[in-house]
């Protein structure tokens, strides 16, 4: 099987580059000229090189503009890329047999504190969400094509923890929002989940597969787990205005069962993650 990584040099993309080589023959694209990565632009996607997919690759397609402000402020441009091109490009690949994991978004599903599964309805919250959206209705039915609906994805080099690390580094307060909350997924758990996915593709029978992790995380307890790992780290609290949530629902509490299957093991809890991602360090209790 041959794994072929949409956006290779991104933030999953690159990591699940480096953790699928013991187990698939592993491509990766990237938009810009970059040594041994193919080149792909989705909006010259028809330059691609579809006679060479078959039944035997699996693309997981992680390439996208993810700035909810982005998506807002430049529309057009956003749904071109996101809906437009990326459609086309699912289109071709699956009249050549591939199959496709398109990385979806747990925003399509709208604020919901209480937790929720697959079976859930979706009520895309702002324009990146609806452009995922518009995105997974399109290949509806097609057994070739699955979404994952990510969560928010932690290591040691998110955004978010990037942007603590910074603060932390140059003696400033970070500014943490507050409601704000996730079911925060550590990226080796995404990384094992796509792996499997590939591997034993007939098992979910659904189109969807939420990553999220095992419980609701909100920034102000992301933090809080961080200052230890992260010597001088201070925070304050900031209660974002109301145009802050029109793309950023407050609270989505995703779960799954077919992850967990998947995986074989449960998810790994936020705290035993921070752990794992600062490993001489130890989270505050």
């Known amino acids: 099987m041959r794994l072929i990584v949409i956006g290779a040099t991104g933030y999953i993309g690159a990591a699940l580059m480096r953790s699928a080589v013991n187990d698939f023959a592993v491509v990766g694209t990237s938009s810009r000229p970059q040594r041994e990565l193919l080149r792909l632009d989705l909006n010259a996607a028809d330059d691609f090189g579809y006679l060479d997919l078959g039944t035997d690759d699996c693309i997981c397609l992680t390439a996208a503009i993810s700035s909810p402000d982005v998506c807002a402020r430049e529309h057009e441009r956003a749904w071109a890329l996101n809906v437009t091109a990326t459609s086309h490009f699912i289109a071709r690949a699956l009249d050549r047999g591939a199959r496709v994991m398109f990385f979806s978004s747990d925003t399509v599903y709208g604020e919901c504190v209480s937790p929720f599964d697959e079976s859930a309805p979706i009520a895309p919250a702002g324009e990146y969400a609806a452009m995922k959206a518009a995105v997974e209705r399109s290949f509806q039915g097609h057994a070739g094509f699955k979404a994952i609906r990510l969560s928010y994805v932690f290591s040691n080099d998110d955004k978010f923890t990037r942007y603590l690390r910074g603060c932390a580094e140059r003696g400033e307060t970070a500014d943490v929002f507050d409601p704000f909350l996730r079911s925060i997924i550590h990226r080796e758990d995404v990384l094992a989940g796509i792996a499997a996915l590939a591997r034993r593709w007939q098992e979910v029978p659904g189109q969807t597969v939420n990553f999220g992790g095992p419980e609701l995380v909100s920034r102000v307890e992301f933090a809080q787990a961080l200052q230890l790992a992260l010597p001088g ?53």
């Not at 780290?233 to 069962?257: C, D, N, Q, W």
């Not at 077919?258 to 505050?284: H, M, Y």
Request: aromatic share 12%; net charge positive; with cysteine.
């Open 233 to 285: 780290l201070t925070y304050k609290v900031t209660k974002p205005g109301p145009e802050f949530f029109v793309a950023r629902p407050r609270a989505i509490h995703m779960t799954s069962p077919w992850l967990v299957t998947l995986l074989g093991r449960p998810l790994t809890c936020f705290r035993d993650a921070v752990s794992i991602e600062f490993p001489n360090k130890e989270p505050q209790k």
